[in-house]
């Protein structure tokens, strides 16, 4: 309850902290260097364009300055943020030593970023092409160490370029004057599902819950992931490993229907979409041929289902087609395997799907009916298998984009002088 003397003793708060703050810079440093130890891991620096002068880019440790803004942005406010996900891979001998450091998939990575920019309406302070190498040099920087686990094995990093909408004039709409920002972070990440042994050996445990997937998404936008964030947390409270969406139609008598909106309706007729943050992918009986979602059912367009459609599956003699995932066909046994794709997951076997319905207005639900437990089907390993390989250079890639190499020589030596600027500077 409120009372009179909670508020006198906040507002002698407010008096306080106008005292003594600067006595605080070293705990303020040490709180961000936690933070980047358990969240950012072996982030070291991050790259961004500076807010005096957006066309200049500044590689700055995570607990300077430049880095604080208000809460109060609209691409917070709003979700009008605009971001790309990738990664850095280490390139391995034959005693998975690191030889070198590749970025995946690049060029296509930033193909949708651009794609992302133009439909928020937004030009970024710098060239593109400059912001592309701006990833690649940021990856430079960290070197091999952000690749290493803490037992010196080798994992690989997660990269994070971001932009959108920051301090300016208030409202809804997009006023001219908004600075747009953008940032480049890289951070240790080694496997998206945590139980990694268990998923290697048995796959994903997924859950279908009903939730449609109602709009089409034009960009990786932060709007698309609010919701997504709910419903995947969702599936953890439920004790399983992520959410499978459905398209926003249903298939019944081979025709597409929009209609149908009961639960049990959709769980008989209802046709996959995606994951919160993963694309599908589909073995049918023969064992030959994969089926991937069309864009109708709203996904995202990965850029991982993109390159295992046309050129990995392909060149191990798969036959690929694009078509619609439905839950008949799962019940007939016409699709022996299932797989989440994309940046974060790599290729992640599903081997086990329950169908559970929620509770209203809870983080809980009932088990009603588990539409197929198959394990990991051995087309899927095989994929999973190549795909792996290709990322760490034991196997050529089946086509140039998946990997373009750092420079790590400069990265070093850049390194040296961003360590020799920021020792001793508390901003």
Not at 228 to 235: I, M, V
Not at 247 to 268: L, Q, T
């Amino acid at each position: 309850m409120l009372t009179d003397k909670n508020i006198e003793n906040w507002r002698t708060e407010y008096k306080e902290s106008l005292t003594g703050w600067h006595e605080e810079v070293n705990k303020v440093q040490s709180h961000f260097d936690d933070v980047v130890q358990k969240s950012w891991q072996k982030t070291k620096y991050i790259a961004r364009n500076l807010p005096f002068a957006p066309e200049k880019v500044v590689m700055c440790p995570p607990h300077s300055i430049l880095n604080f803004a208000p809460n109060q942005q609209h691409r917070i406010d709003y979700a009008t943020g605009v971001w790309e996900g990738s990664s850095a891979e280490p390139t391995l001998d034959e005693n998975n030593n690191i030889t070198g450091v590749n970025v995946i998939l690049h060029r296509p990575r930033l193909a949708r970023l651009i794609r992302s920019l133009r439909a928020r309406g937004y030009n970024l302070a710098m060239p593109i092409e400059k912001f592309g190498q701006l990833i690649l040099d940021t990856v430079a920087v960290h070197g091999i160490e952000v690749l290493l686990a803490d037992d010196g094995s080798p994992l690989r990093a997660y990269i994070r370029p971001s932009a959108g909408s920051g301090v300016g004039p208030w409202g809804v709409s997009l006023s001219p004057g908004y600075f747009i920002e953008s940032s480049v972070i890289v951070f240790r990440w080694g496997s998206y599902f945590p139980d990694v042994a268990r998923i290697s050996k048995e796959g994903a445990c997924a859950v279908i819950t009903g939730v449609q997937r109602m709009f089409p998404i034009i960009g990786k936008h932060a709007s698309n992931y609010g919701a997504a964030s709910s419903d995947g947390s969702l599936a953890r409270n439920l004790k399983y490993d992520e959410l499978i969406y459905l398209a926003p139609y249903c298939i019944k008598d081979d025709r597409i229907d929009f209609n149908i909106r009961d639960f049990d309706g959709i769980m008989r007729y209802g046709v996959f979409s995606d994951g919160p943050g993963e694309e599908i992918f589909a073995i049918l009986k023969d064992g030959e041929t994969l089926i991937y979602p069309p864009m109708r059912v709203n996904r995202l367009g990965g850029t991982v289902l993109d390159y295992i459609t046309k050129h990995l599956a392909p060149a191990l003699g798969f036959k690929v087609r694009e078509q619609d995932i439905t839950l008949e066909q799962i019940r007939r046994g016409d699709i022996v395997g299932l797989a989440f794709v994309g940046n974060a997951v790599k290729v992640s076997p599903i081997g086990k799907i329950d169908i559970v319905k929620p509770k209203v207005d809870s983080h809980d639900g009932e088990i009603v009916e588990t539409l197929v437990e198959f394990g990991i089907h051995s087309a899927v390993a095989k994929i999973r298998d190549q795909f792996a390989a290709e990322l760490c250079g034991k196997k050529p890639p089946s086509h140039e984009s998946l990997l373009t190499p750092v420079d790590l020589a400069w990265g070093k030596e850049f390194r040296a002088d961003l360590d020799d600027f920021w020792s001793g500077l508390s901003f």
